[in-house]
C-alpha cells in the first residue's frame, strides 16, 4: 500500500501553530505577573516580592501550557474530525498479508515481577493477536532482569507453560535473562537488539503491566508500513483493572480526560512527538543505528545512567530524520496505575531523577527544539512542585514579616515622600479566580461535552453518576496534590544536591498501605504542616486561611495515604456507579480475556511440588521437572557464576546443614546460576534423612 499523498504537514502550518501556542502561554503570564505585582503592597520591588514574581510567573506558564494543550485537543473532539490524525492514514485491512516478510518483535521487560501476573497480560495480549490475519509475523519475547532468585523460577515455569499453551500457535515465545541488569530495561531492550533485533523490521515494547489488542498492534505495523519516514509510533494506553480508591481516580480522569490532553498534544507536536518507553512501535533499524543512550559523565544522580529513557530515545530517533507520532485516537491499549499512593510516589522519585537527567542532554548536537522543550517540560512535571513549595514559602515569609516588622516608608533612602504599602484584596481574588479558570475549565467543558452525548455518558454510568465522579475527583484530586507537592520538591531537591535512588520492582497488586509505612513516609510532612499552621495561625490570621486548604491536605495525608490504598473504598464507589469507566461498563475483550486468565485459567509459573508450600527456590533443587527446566535454560542462556567455587561450596553446606531457608537472595541466585553447585545440592537433598531437613526442604513423605 502506497503512502497516502494527502497526508502531509505544512511546515508553515507547523510553525504558527507552535507559535502561537507560544503566544497564548507567555501573553497571558505576563498580563497575570503584572497583576500579580500590581497587588503586592510594594509592587515586586523588593527582593522577597521579585522572588515571588520570578516563581508566579513561572509557574503561571507551565500550568497555561496545560490549559491551550487541553483546550486545542477539546477542539479536535468537538469538531470530530482531525486531518492530521496519523491513524487516519491506515484503517488496519490487510496490508501485512500482502507482505509476509515484515516480521514484528513484541518484547516485555521484567525486573522482579509476579511472573503468574505478567504473563497473564502477555496471554491476553497473544490471544488478541492471534484473531487476527497477521499470524505468524510476531514473535514474543520475555526479558528478563536479575533479581529475586524465586521469581527467576517462577518465570521459567511461566514461559514453559505458555510455550505448553500455545505450542500450535504460528508465533514464537522466547524467554531470556541477562547475567547483570546493566543500564536497567533500557539496557534490556538494547542487549535484544543487539542478538536478535537484524531478524525483525519492528519493536513492540510492552510494560509489564501492558496489555493491547491485536487489531491496535496489526493497525500500528500497517502505519509504519505506510508511511516509511516514521520511527517511532506511541499508543495512548488507558489505565485499567485496579480497584482501590486512589487506582480508580486515575482511571477515572484517564478516560474522561486522556484523549482530550493526548489529541491536544498531537495538535502541537505532529511528527515530533514523545516516546513513553511502552505499548508503541518502533521501526527496528534505524532504532539501534541511533538510539543507543550514552552514559552521561559525572556520578548519579544527574550522571551515569539515564533511568528514564524513553524521551531521548525519541529525541535521537528525530535527530536521525524519522518522526515520532502519538496516535492519540487508538484504542485497545491498556496499563495498569498503581494501587497506592506511596507506590506511585516511589515511581516518581525514580522518573524525577531521569528526567533531571534529560536537562544535561538540553544543549546536545542535533536535537530538535521541540524535544529540547519536552526535556524542559518533563524535568517541570516534577521541578513545578519545588517551584510551588518555594512560591508558598516566600509568600508566608512575606505575610510573616509584614506582622512583626515595622514598615519601612523610605526604602530608597531620603525622599520628600513615602511609599506607603498597599494590599489589593480585591484584584487578588480575580487572580485567584483566573488560576482557577485555567486549572479547571478544561475539566468542565470536557464533561458538558461527554453529558451531551447520552450514550457516551452510559459508558461512565450514565449522568447522573459521572457528574458526581467528576465532583468526587476533583475534591480527591485537590486533597492529594499538596502531598504530591511537598514529595516531588523534595525529590528535586534531594537530587539536584546529588541523592541517588534505588531501583525498586513497582508494586502492582492491590496489598494495601500499612500505617507504619505512612506513618514513616508522611509524619514529617504532618508535623511541619503543623508547625506551618500554628506560625501563620498566631502572626497573620488572615494568610493562614488563604493556605488552610494546604495545610489540611498535608496533616490528614497519614489516613487518606492508607485509606486510599485499600480495595474496599474503591469497590464502595464501584458498587455505587461511581468512578466507572468504558472498560468497565463495556469491558473489551482482550481484558475479558486477562479476567478470565486471572481467575479461572492456567496458573502460569506454578512450581510448588505436590502442592507444597514451600519456597520456589528449594522447588527448584528438589522437584525434578523444575530442575530439568532450569538446567536447560542455564545451559542454553550461557549464564555464568560470579562467585568463586569457595563461596559456592559454603552456600550448598548451609543449605544443606540448615535449609533453604538459611540462604538470602544472594546466595540463593549464586547457587541457581552455577550448573554444577545445582547437580550436587540436587543430588544431596534427595539423600537427606533427617525427618526435620525433609520437613525444611519439602521432600516427599517429610
Same mark, same amino acid.
Given at each position: 500500500?502506497?503512502?497516502?499523498?494527502?497526508?502531509?504537514?505544512?511546515?508553515?502550518?507547523?510553525?504558527?501553530?507552535?507559535?502561537?501556542?507560544?503566544?497564548?502561554?507567555? +501573553?497571558?503570564? $505576563?498580563?497575570?505577573?503584572?497583576?500579580?505585582?500590581?497587588?503586592?503592597?510594594?509592587?515586586?520591588?523588593?527582593?522577597?516580592?521579585?522572588? +515571588?514574581?520570578?516563581?508566579?510567573?513561572?509557574?503561571?506558564?507551565?500550568?497555561?501550557?496545560?490549559?491551550?494543550?487541553?483546550?486545542?485537543?477539546?477542539?479536535?473532539?468537538?469538531?470530530?474530525?482531525?486531518?492530521?490524525?496519523?491513524?487516519?492514514?491506515?484503517?488496519?485491512?490487510?496490508?501485512?498479508?500482502?507482505?509476509?516478510?515484515? !516480521?514484528?518483535? $513484541? +518484547?516485555?521487560?521484567? @525486573?522482579?515481577?509476579?511472573?503468574?501476573?505478567?504473563?497473564? #497480560?502477555?496471554?491476553?495480549?497473544?490471544?488478541?493477536?492471534?484473531?487476527?490475519?497477521?499470524?505468524?509475523?510476531?514473535?514474543?519475547?520475555?526479558?528478563?532482569?536479575? *533479581?529475586?532468585?524465586?521469581?527467576?523460577? %517462577?518465570?521459567?515455569?511461566?514461559?514453559?507453560?505458555?510455550?505448553?499453551?500455545?505450542?500450535?500457535?504460528? #508465533?514464537?515465545?522466547?524467554?531470556?535473562?541477562?547475567?547483570?541488569?546493566?543500564?536497567?530495561?533500557?539496557?534490556?531492550?538494547?542487549?535484544?537488539?543487539?542478538?536478535?533485533?537484524?531478524?525483525?523490521?519492528?519493536?513492540?515494547?510492552?510494560?509489564?503491566?501492558?496489555?493491547? !489488542?491485536?487489531?491496535?498492534?496489526? %493497525?500500528?505495523?500497517?502505519?509504519?508500513?505506510?508511511?516509511?519516514?516514521?520511527?517511532?509510533?506511541?499508543?495512548?494506553?488507558?489505565?485499567?483493572?485496579?480497584?482501590?480508591?486512589?487506582?480508580?481516580?486515575? &482511571?477515572?480522569?484517564?478516560?474522561? @480526560?486522556?484523549?482530550?490532553?493526548?489529541?491536544?498534544?498531537?495538535?502541537?507536536?505532529?511528527?515530533?512527538?514523545?516516546?513513553?518507553?511502552?505499548?508503541?512501535?518502533?521501526?527496528?533499524?534505524?532504532?539501534?543505528?541511533?538510539?543507543?543512550?550514552?552514559?552521561?559523565?559525572?556520578?548519579?544522580?544527574?550522571?551515569?545512567?539515564?533511568?528514564?529513557?524513553?524521551?531521548?530515545?525519541?529525541?535521537?530517533?528525530?535527530?536521525?530524520?524519522?518522526?515520532?507520532?502519538?496516535? @492519540?485516537?487508538?484504542?485497545?491499549?491498556?496499563? %495498569?496505575?498503581?494501587?497506592?499512593?506511596?507506590?506511585?510516589?516511589?515511581?516518581?522519585? !525514580?522518573?524525577?531523577?531521569?528526567?533531571?537527567?534529560?536537562?544535561?542532554?538540553?544543549?546536545?548536537?542535533?536535537?530538535?527544539?521541540?524535544?529540547?522543550?519536552?526535556?524542559?517540560?518533563?524535568?517541570?512535571?516534577?521541578?513545578?512542585?519545588?517551584?510551588?513549595?518555594?512560591?508558598?514559602?516566600?509568600?508566608?515569609?512575606?505575610?510573616?514579616?509584614?506582622?512583626?516588622?515595622?514598615?519601612?516608608?523610605?526604602?530608597?533612602?531620603?525622599?520628600?515622600?513615602?511609599?506607603?504599602?498597599?494590599?489589593?484584596?480585591?484584584?487578588?481574588?480575580?487572580?485567584?479566580?483566573?488560576?482557577?479558570?485555567?486549572?479547571?475549565?478544561?475539566?468542565?467543558?470536557?464533561?458538558?461535552?461527554?453529558?451531551?452525548?447520552?450514550?457516551?455518558?452510559?459508558?461512565?454510568?450514565?449522568?447522573?453518576?459521572?457528574?458526581?465522579?467528576?465532583?468526587?475527583?476533583?475534591?480527591?484530586?485537590?486533597?492529594?496534590?499538596?502531598?504530591?507537592?511537598?514529595?516531588?520538591?523534595?525529590?528535586?531537591?534531594?537530587?539536584?544536591?546529588?541523592? *541517588?535512588?534505588?531501583?525498586?520492582?513497582?508494586?502492582?497488586?492491590?496489598?494495601?498501605?500499612?500505617?507504619?509505612?505512612?506513618?514513616?513516609?508522611?509524619?514529617?510532612?504532618?508535623?511541619?504542616?503543623?508547625?506551618?499552621?500554628?506560625?501563620?495561625?498566631?502572626?497573620?490570621?488572615?494568610?493562614?486561611?488563604?493556605?488552610?486548604?494546604?495545610?489540611?491536605?498535608?496533616?490528614?495525608?497519614?489516613?487518606?495515604? +492508607?485509606?486510599?490504598?485499600?480495595?474496599?473504598?474503591?469497590?464502595?464507589?464501584?458498587?455505587?456507579?461511581?468512578?466507572?469507566?468504558?472498560?468497565?461498563?463495556?469491558?473489551?475483550?482482550?481484558? &475479558?480475556?486477562?479476567?478470565?486468565?486471572?481467575?479461572?485459567?492456567?496458573?502460569?509459573?506454578?512450581?510448588?511440588?505436590?502442592?507444597?508450600?514451600?519456597?520456589?527456590?528449594?522447588?527448584? $533443587?528438589?522437584?525434578? !521437572?523444575?530442575?530439568?527446566?532450569?538446567?536447560?535454560?542455564?545451559?542454553?542462556?550461557?549464564?555464568?557464576?560470579?562467585?568463586?567455587?569457595?563461596?559456592?561450596?559454603?552456600?550448598?553446606?548451609?543449605?544443606?546443614?540448615? *535449609?533453604?531457608?538459611?540462604?538470602?537472595?544472594?546466595?540463593?541466585?549464586?547457587?541457581?546460576?552455577?550448573?554444577?553447585?545445582?547437580?550436587?545440592?540436587?543430588?544431596?537433598?534427595?539423600?537427606?534423612?533427617?525427618?526435620?531437613?525433609?520437613?525444611?526442604?519439602?521432600?516427599? *513423605?517429610?
Amino acid at each position: 500500500m502506497r503512502a497516502d499523498p494527502s497526508f502531509r504537514v505544512s511546515r508553515y502550518r507547523v510553525f504558527f501553530r507552535r507559535f502561537g501556542l507560544l503566544f497564548l502561554v507567555i +501573553v497571558p503570564s $505576563v498580563i497575570a505577573t503584572a497583576y500579580m505585582a500590581y497587588i503586592l503592597p510594594h509592587g515586586g520591588g523588593t527582593a522577597m516580592e521579585f522572588f +515571588v514574581l520570578v516563581m508566579f510567573a513561572i509557574l503561571y506558564a507551565w500550568i497555561s501550557v496545560g490549559f491551550w494543550t487541553a483546550m486545542a485537543g477539546l477542539a479536535i473532539l468537538v469538531r470530530g474530525a482531525d486531518k492530521y490524525s496519523i491513524s487516519k492514514i491506515y484503517p488496519g485491512e490487510t496490508l501485512l498479508n500482502r507482505n509476509r516478510d515484515v !516480521r514484528t518483535a $513484541v +518484547v516485555m521487560p521484567v @525486573y522482579n515481577e509476579s511472573a503468574p501476573q505478567v504473563l497473564s #497480560c502477555l496471554c491476553a495480549t497473544i490471544d488478541s493477536l492471534l484473531e487476527t490475519s497477521s499470524e505468524g509475523q510476531f514473535d514474543f519475547f520475555i526479558l528478563s532482569d536479575p *533479581g529475586d532468585p524465586d521469581i527467576w523460577l %517462577q518465570e521459567e515455569m511461566a514461559w514453559a507453560d505458555l510455550r505448553l499453551r500455545y505450542q500450535n500457535a504460528a #508465533c514464537g515465545i522466547f524467554y531470556r535473562r541477562r547475567n547483570d541488569n546493566e543500564k536497567r530495561k533500557s539496557g534490556n531492550i538494547a542487549d535484544f537488539c543487539r542478538r536478535w533485533g537484524r531478524h525483525y523490521r519492528y519493536l513492540f515494547v510492552l510494560d509489564a503491566d501492558s496489555v493491547m !489488542r491485536g487489531q491496535t498492534m496489526v %493497525q500500528m505495523v500497517g502505519i509504519m508500513e505506510c508511511r516509511s519516514e516514521i520511527g517511532i509510533l506511541q499508543s495512548p494506553p488507558a489505565l485499567v483493572n485496579r480497584e482501590t480508591l486512589i487506582a480508580r481516580s486515575q &482511571q477515572f480522569t484517564s478516560s474522561l @480526560y486522556g484523549t482530550m490532553f493526548a489529541a491536544g498534544l498531537n495538535f502541537w507536536q505532529f511528527g515530533d512527538s514523545q516516546f513513553w518507553g511502552h505499548n508503541a512501535v518502533i521501526r527496528m533499524a534505524p532504532f539501534m543505528k541511533h538510539c543507543d543512550l550514552p552514559r552521561l559523565p559525572g556520578k548519579p544522580p544527574m550522571g551515569g545512567d539515564i533511568l528514564s529513557h524513553d524521551f531521548v530515545e525519541a529525541a535521537f530517533m528525530r535527530r536521525a530524520g524519522y518522526e515520532v507520532w502519538l496516535g @492519540y485516537d487508538l484504542g485497545g491499549s491498556y496499563e %495498569q496505575p498503581p494501587t497506592a499512593l506511596l507506590s506511585e510516589l516511589n515511581r516518581d522519585h !525514580r522518573w524525577c531523577q531521569g528526567n533531571l537527567q534529560h536537562l544535561r542532554l538540553l544543549f546536545a548536537r542535533g536535537i530538535r527544539g521541540v524535544h529540547r522543550t519536552l526535556f524542559v517540560n518533563g524535568a517541570m512535571a516534577y521541578g513545578s512542585a519545588l517551584f510551588w513549595f518555594l512560591f508558598l514559602a516566600a509568600s508566608s515569609i512575606m505575610a510573616i514579616l509584614k506582622n512583626i516588622r515595622e514598615p519601612d516608608y523610605f526604602p530608597e533612602g531620603r525622599s520628600l515622600f513615602p511609599q506607603w504599602p498597599v494590599w489589593e484584596p480585591q484584584w487578588a481574588l480575580v487572580l485567584l479566580a483566573s488560576t482557577g479558570f485555567i486549572l479547571f475549565l478544561p475539566k468542565i467543558l470536557c464533561l458538558i461535552r461527554v453529558l451531551l452525548k447520552g450514550q457516551q455518558a452510559g459508558l461512565f454510568g450514565g449522568r447522573v453518576r459521572l457528574l458526581g465522579s467528576f465532583l468526587l475527583e476533583i475534591l480527591f484530586s485537590t486533597l492529594l496534590a499538596p502531598t504530591r507537592m511537598l514529595f516531588h520538591a523534595k525529590f528535586v531537591f534531594l537530587t539536584l544536591l546529588g541523592r *541517588g535512588i534505588s531501583w525498586e520492582a513497582q508494586e502492582r497488586g492491590d496489598v494495601g498501605t500499612p500505617w507504619s509505612d505512612a506513618f514513616r513516609f508522611h509524619l514529617g510532612g504532618t508535623i511541619f504542616a503543623l508547625c506551618w499552621g500554628i506560625t501563620m495561625f498566631v502572626i497573620n490570621r488572615a494568610f493562614f486561611w488563604w493556605l488552610s486548604p494546604i495545610l489540611i491536605s498535608l496533616l490528614v495525608a497519614i489516613p487518606v495515604s +492508607v485509606w486510599s490504598s485499600r480495595r474496599e473504598g474503591g469497590m464502595f464507589l464501584k458498587r455505587h456507579g461511581l468512578m466507572l469507566t468504558p472498560e468497565e461498563v463495556q469491558i473489551p475483550p482482550e481484558l &475479558q480475556t486477562l479476567r478470565t486468565l486471572r481467575t479461572d485459567g492456567p496458573y502460569l509459573g506454578r512450581v510448588q511440588p505436590d502442592g507444597a508450600d514451600s519456597s520456589t527456590f528449594a522447588a527448584g $533443587v528438589v522437584d525434578p !521437572r523444575i530442575y530439568t527446566l532450569h538446567m536447560h535454560m542455564l545451559a542454553s542462556q550461557q549464564i555464568t557464576p560470579a562467585v568463586a567455587a569457595e563461596h559456592l561450596a559454603d552456600y550448598c553446606r548451609k543449605a544443606l546443614e540448615q *535449609g533453604p531457608d538459611a540462604l538470602d537472595s544472594k546466595e540463593k541466585s549464586a547457587i541457581l546460576s552455577d550448573p554444577a553447585s545445582m547437580r550436587e545440592l540436587h543430588r544431596k537433598v534427595w539423600e537427606i534423612s533427617d525427618p526435620e531437613l525433609s520437613r525444611k526442604w519439602c521432600l516427599p *513423605g517429610a
